[in-house]
């Protein structure tokens, strides 16, 4: 079965719904949390070099 990816859009204007919608933990499973925070750390390091690809 193919994993199915999702994506979270939020307006970058408004810091709290961006600060939301990384912490948005709840749906990941307990045990790929860390992972999961290594991922939007990863991403976020990109975004703010401008290399980050979202085709």
Do not use: C
């Not at 709840?26 to 991403?43: F, H, W």
């Amino acid at each position: 079965m193919k994993a199915t990816r999702s994506l979270l859009a939020v307006p970058a204007t408004n810091a709290k719904m961006v600060e939301k919608a990384l912490a948005s933990e709840d749906a990941v499973a307990p045990d790929s949390k860390a992972g999961a925070r290594e991922m939007v750390y990863a991403a976020s390091i990109k975004l703010a070099r401008n290399t980050l690809d979202l085709a």
